[in-house]
């Protein structure tokens, strides 16, 4: 009995080491770990209805938030196709030696942000999308490599982790949807790898969408100039609180004209916690296409206004046809929520969890109908 005892003591000692070990030198190879849910995120007291919370100073607020501002540098491995006569010597005789095709390597640079003092930092899906290897400059010079914990497509948000000793910079998320055309507003990134840097502007415009950016928008428009390395990083308010993520520009050039987009935090906040909690985002999916209702089809349709949706499609063994969903519908509510466009639609099913039933309300043929329609999960898009 005593030997038994001992040989599993011994067991367990020696496998709490190696996990210790793993943990330590390589903590991708613990998926689990890196999604406990369980994270340490800084967010500043929202305001009461009316107050406006006065600025810090510009200057105060850069240097509240750069120190968890990072450059993000990745590469990724393009292999080159073998020709087939490269070890024929009548080829290399006529053609020469035409290389050895090993595959090459293309790098790129991006921006991003440390959220929690553990090292997950929030960054655009396209920085890291197709890369190999990632590695992150701090703002105190240290350099990690960082490997992904996952990332949305849909909104064009990703998550990244990195290892280093002690607690780390991290933002402190603010209040988006407290925020007011006309703020003041800075943007701190990597423009053309030319190092951190600051810019100003003020809030341009706010709740921007159907701009055929992303699948899901809730964007901050904004004059501050945000260039081709600034993707990833932050957007933060006068008192250098996180308000967005920049993510991309109106230019015909490349070059900053003074529109930009930077994806809400609140929007940012939700996908982040989703992916460091399962390591991908679950939305609901009703599987209908609709269309805006103008005001010539809101007449054809005898409707009062242009409020709802109209159904143009209906896909198969979906939960929508399943629910007895036509095309030629008018969806005018889910759950007792008006709808009143598209994006108000996709929103609104996409928060619902898979596997809930809920009521819809449409109109057919002049009359109002209710049917109840068992959410699915939405599909993962396709990769281009």
Same mark, same amino acid.
């Given at each position: 009995?005593?030997?038994?005892?001992?040989?599993?003591?011994?067991?367990?000692?020696?496998?709490?080491?190696?996990?210790?070990?793993?943990?330590?030198?390589?903590?991708?190879?613990?998926?689990?770990?890196?999604?406990?849910?369980?994270?340490?995120?800084?967010?500043?007291? *929202?305001?009461?209805?009316?107050?406006?919370?006065?600025?810090?100073?510009?200057?105060?607020?850069?240097?509240?938030?750069? *120190?968890?501002?990072?450059?993000?540098?990745?590469?990724?491995?393009?292999?080159?196709?073998?020709? *087939?006569?490269?070890?024929?010597?009548?080829?290399?005789?006529?053609?020469?030696?035409?290389?050895?095709?090993? *595959?090459?390597?293309?790098?790129?640079?991006?921006?991003?942000? $440390?959220?929690?003092?553990?090292?997950?930092?929030? /960054?655009?899906?396209?920085?890291?999308?197709?890369?190999?290897?990632?590695?992150?400059?701090?703002?105190?010079?240290?350099?990690?490599?960082?490997?992904?914990?996952?990332?949305?497509?849909?909104?064009?948000?990703?998550? $990244?982790?990195?290892?280093?000793?002690?607690?780390?910079?991290?933002?402190?998320?603010?209040?988006?949807?407290?925020?007011?055309?006309?703020?003041?507003?800075?943007?701190?990134?990597?423009?053309?790898?030319?190092?951190? /840097?600051?810019?100003?502007? $003020?809030?341009?415009?706010?709740?921007?969408?159907?701009?055929?950016?992303?699948?899901?928008?809730?964007?901050?428009?904004?004059?501050?100039?945000?260039?081709?390395?600034?993707?990833?990083?932050?957007?933060?308010?006068?008192?250098?609180?996180?308000?967005?993520?920049?993510?991309?520009?109106?230019?015909?050039?490349?070059?900053?004209?003074?529109?930009?987009?930077?994806?809400?935090?609140? /929007?940012?906040?939700?996908?982040?916690?989703?992916?460091?909690?399962?390591?991908?985002?679950?939305?609901?999916?009703?599987?209908?296409?609709?269309?805006?209702?103008?005001?010539?089809?809101?007449?054809?349709?005898?409707?009062?206004?242009?409020?709802?949706?109209?159904?143009?499609?209906?896909?198969?063994?979906?939960?929508?046809?399943?629910?007895?969903?036509?095309?030629?519908?008018?969806?005018?509510?889910?759950?007792?929520?008006?709808?009143?466009?598209?994006?108000?639609?996709?929103?609104?099913?996409?928060?619902?969890?898979?596997?809930?039933?809920?009521?819809?309300?449409?109109?057919?043929?002049?009359?109002?109908?209710?049917?109840?329609?068992?959410?699915?999960?939405?599909?993962?898009?396709?990769?281009?």
């Amino acid at each position: 009995m005593r030997k038994h005892w001992l040989l599993f003591t011994q067991t367990v000692t020696i496998a709490l080491a190696l996990l210790f070990i793993i943990h330590t030198l390589k903590p991708e190879l613990l998926p689990n770990a890196a999604r406990s849910g369980v994270v340490t995120l800084y967010e500043n007291t *929202p305001l009461a209805s009316g107050d406006k919370s006065p600025a810090m100073g510009l200057s105060a607020a850069a240097q509240k938030a750069m *120190p968890a501002v990072v450059n993000i540098f990745t590469s990724t491995i393009i292999k080159t196709p073998v020709n *087939p006569f490269m070890d024929d010597p009548r080829f290399k005789f006529f053609f020469g030696d035409q290389g050895d095709n090993e *595959p090459q390597s293309s790098s790129s640079l991006g921006s991003g942000v $440390i959220v929690s003092p553990d090292g997950y930092i929030l /960054t655009n899906h396209h920085v890291v999308e197709a890369a190999d290897q990632i590695e992150v400059a701090l703002s105190d010079g240290r350099k990690a490599k960082a490997h992904v914990i996952g990332s949305d497509p849909e909104t064009d948000l990703a998550v $990244i982790k990195i290892e280093l000793p002690g607690n780390l910079p991290a933002i402190t998320f603010g209040h988006p949807e407290q925020a007011h055309v006309g703020d003041m507003v800075l943007a701190i990134g990597n423009p053309f790898g030319v190092g951190e /840097t600051v810019t100003m502007g $003020i809030v341009s415009a706010l709740k921007r969408d159907h701009l055929g950016i992303n699948t899901f928008e809730n964007f901050i428009q904004t004059d501050a100039a945000i260039n081709p390395g600034n993707s990833g990083g932050p957007l933060v308010d006068g008192n250098g609180n996180l308000i967005g993520i920049n993510s991309a520009i109106y230019s015909p050039n490349g070059g900053s004209l003074g529109i930009g987009f930077a994806i809400s935090a609140s /929007t940012a906040k939700k996908t982040m916690e989703q992916i460091i909690q399962h390591g991908s985002v679950t939305r609901g999916w009703v599987g209908a296409g609709v269309q805006e209702l103008t005001p010539e089809l809101a007449e054809s349709f005898k409707l009062g206004d242009t409020k709802g949706v109209l159904i143009t499609e209906v896909i198969r063994n979906s939960p929508a046809e399943q629910a007895g969903v036509k095309t030629g519908d008018i969806l005018i509510a889910i759950d007792d929520k008006t709808i009143d466009d598209s994006s108000a639609m996709l929103d609104t099913v996409a928060n619902l969890p898979p596997g809930k039933v809920a009521l819809i309300k449409l109109m057919r043929n002049g009359t109002t109908i209710g049917l109840q329609v068992k959410i699915g999960k939405r599909p993962k898009p396709r990769t281009q």
